[in-house]
């Protein structure tokens, strides 16, 4: 089983739609979550950070965090056509490896 | 505040030279991380830095791959011999601490012919 599972790609949305990116994980004592995201031949840059269960809000992004179920999930609300990026989940787990990412999400947003 | 800086930018060698790739973190960033990139997938550790001594290298291809980060700021990876499979972005990133979020490099480009 692999240690970080995303949505396989690419998504396509159309402009204004809400883009839904889903991650789960494997190590069940993983203490902190983060989203990422990477614009083609350019390095990765941090979007959000979550600890806790729950919604965590940052302007047109929402990170949630499922614990009990080890899932995490990003959603951008009135998806923009700069948003077509790869998104990265990466967690700090607890045991094993320390930081682990996701494969990617290839996310396009179509004006 | 200055970001993470790496160079070189780009290097194309041929198999089975050397190569080593440089890194400053952020100031202050006590965790010093190399990843390595494959086009199309997620980046992978290769190793940890905490100050100036190794967290996790579980990844980290030992035959042919070292590291080191002496007095706790500066890194330098290094391949030696390259193989073709080694092309890739070597990413460089930092954070405060071990549990924090990472702040990545413009990364280094390498292609092995």
């Known amino acids: 089983q692999k240690e970080v599972e995303q949505n396989s790609g690419p998504l396509s949305v159309p402009e204004g739609a809400i883009a839904s990116l889903n991650c789960t994980y494997s190590?069940?004592?993983?203490?902190?979550f983060f989203w990422y995201r990477q614009y083609s031949g350019k390095s990765p840059e941090l979007i959000m950070f979550?600890?806790?269960?729950g919604d965590k809000e940052d302007g047109r992004f929402t990170a949630q965090l499922n614990k009990a179920s080890q899932y995490v999930s990003l959603l951008i609300r009135d998806s923009q056509p700069s948003d077509s990026a790869t998104y990265l989940c990466?967690?700090?787990?607890?045991?094993?490896?320390?930081?682990?990412f996701g494969p990617g999400t290839r996310l396009s947003v179509l004006p | 505040e200055a970001g993470v800086a790496q160079s070189p930018r780009y290097k194309i060698i041929e198999k089975r030279q050397s190569v080593a790739f440089w890194c400053n973190p952020i100031?202050?960033?006590?965790?010093l991380y190399w990843y390595q990139q494959i086009l199309g997938q997620g980046p992978k550790l290769l190793i940890q830095?905490?100050?100036?001594?190794?967290?996790?290298d579980s990844q980290l291809p030992k035959d042919r791959f070292s590291a080191e980060r002496l007095k706790g700021v500066d890194s330098t990876l290094k391949i030696q011999p390259a193989k073709l499979e080694d092309s890739a972005v070597y990413l460089c990133?930092?954070?405060?601490?071990?549990?924090?979020?990472?702040?990545f490099g413009p990364g280094t480009r390498l292609t092995v012919l």
């Open positions: 990133a930092s954070s405060l601490n071990r549990w924090g979020e990472q702040f």
């Open positions: 190590d069940r004592g993983s203490q902190s």
């Open positions: 979550i600890y806790s269960n």
């Open positions: 990466a967690v700090n787990q607890l045991y094993g490896q320390n930081f682990v």
């Open positions: 100031s202050g960033h006590a965790t």
């Open positions: 830095f905490q100050n100036n001594g190794v967290v996790d």
